[in-house]
């Protein structure tokens, strides 16, 4: 095995995890470093075995998400190369030497180090920790479910862990179309809030109309009056997806007391230049993020939201549907902030709808 060959089969395994993979082969998309689409290839590696406390987890499907982004274009920090991406996957389980987990479970895994410290989803295989599975039972199709892990985590942590919110409030979310911000809309609503939502594009009125958003608001500028007129005082939970650009604007829409949330960076701005707390905090409203871990996405939260989908009370905010040799595709679409709900890419093993 070359040196660069053996370099793409790592993952935190190990070297001689790799090794010991023998004549198995998958395909995965590596980034050798940081670039445009054309950065990212399809290649054959080999399957990596997992070493006790992993899980070797057969990809169905697997979502994008902006972060990837980030890395393909060199903003994200502590990368080494080349990496298969992916913060998430969707699929079951081949191996467990542990035994935590038994072959044949459907599975979600996702952040933790995938796809930066070590290789993540965008494969046919993937092996992850065992702290980071996430086990369901679910018969809804593999293109479906491969949108769910990280925008639901996402939104959820962001309204418990971040906002904290509760029934009866208004909740604000800038950057509502992002496949994040849809599914914040969704949860919201189901726990008995009041949304306004921002987005661009005229024409994705109806869109947010469609997951329960109570009232559009076209972002085209300062936004923080017209909230007002419609939240007197301000809202109480702001979720802001867009990043440091609205974010000023955000904390002034929000009540005293009220709490202003970034979880998002769709603008790909990460910092608030010469950021005054004392002047550019008003008073009395509280600023918080949200990253998150797999473990703030609890089994029963990802088990009662799949049920609810496949009840037909829960609508999964999905974009386009692409197969794995469509990835370059896929990134650029998700470049271009057109998709109008969350990217899947299937893998093509057993993941054909």
């Not at 590596?30 to 057969?58: K, T």
């Not at 009232?215 to 936004?223: C, E, M, N, Q, R």
């Not at 939260?301 to 829960?314: R, T």
Request: proline share 7%; charged share 20%; hydrophobic share 40%.
């Amino acid at each position: 095995m070359t040196r660069r060959a053996l370099n793409d089969a790592v993952t935190t395994a190990g070297v001689d995890a790799a090794r010991r993979a023998g004549g198995r082969r998958m395909r995965a998309v590596v980034l050798d470093a940081p670039g445009p689409v054309e950065a990212l290839h399809l290649r054959e590696l080999p399957v990596p075995r997992p070493e006790p406390g992993w899980v070797l987890i057969s990809v169905k499907a697997f979502g994008l998400n902006r972060s990837e982004l980030h890395t393909r274009l060199g903003l994200a920090e502590g990368m080494t190369y080349p990496r298969v991406l992916g913060i998430e996957a969707t699929g079951v389980v081949a191996s467990c030497p542990g035994g935590e987990l038994a072959p044949g479970q459907q599975v979600v895994a996702l952040l933790g180090g995938m796809g930066r410290r070590f290789d993540g989803g965008y494969a046919e295989y993937t092996c992850v920790p065992v702290s980071q599975v996430i086990a369901f039972h679910s018969d809804l199709p593999w293109s479906t479910l491969g949108a769910v892990p990280e925008m639901l985590q996402t939104a959820y942590g962001s309204l418990t862990v971040g906002l904290d919110v509760r029934p009866g409030q208004t909740l604000l979310v800038r950057g509502g179309t992002s496949s994040v911000g849809m599914t914040a809309t969704i949860l919201a609503k189901r726990m008995g809030l009041r949304v306004l939502a921002t987005t661009r594009n005229p024409d994705s009125v109806d869109l947010l109309t469609s997951v329960g958003v109570d009232h559009v608001l076209i972002d085209d500028g300062p936004l923080a009056d017209r909230v007002r007129s419609l939240a007197p005082g301000g809202v109480d939970a702001a979720l802001d997806l867009v990043g440091t650009p609205t974010l000023p604007d955000c904390l002034r829409a929000t009540r005293v007391h009220g709490v202003v949330c970034m979880s998002g960076m769709l603008s790909n701005q990460w910092t608030l230049p010469d950021f005054y707390p004392t002047g550019d905090i008003p008073s009395g409203v509280r600023l918080t993020g949200y990253s998150g871990e797999a473990s703030d996405l609890p089994a029963p939260v990802l088990q009662e939201f799949l049920d609810a989908v496949a009840a037909g009370d829960v609508t999964v905010p999905i974009g386009r549907i692409f197969q794995l040799d469509e990835i370059r595709e896929a990134h650029r679409l998700m470049e271009e902030n057109a998709a109008g709900g969350k990217i899947v890419v299937l893998t093509g093993r057993g993941g054909t709808s």
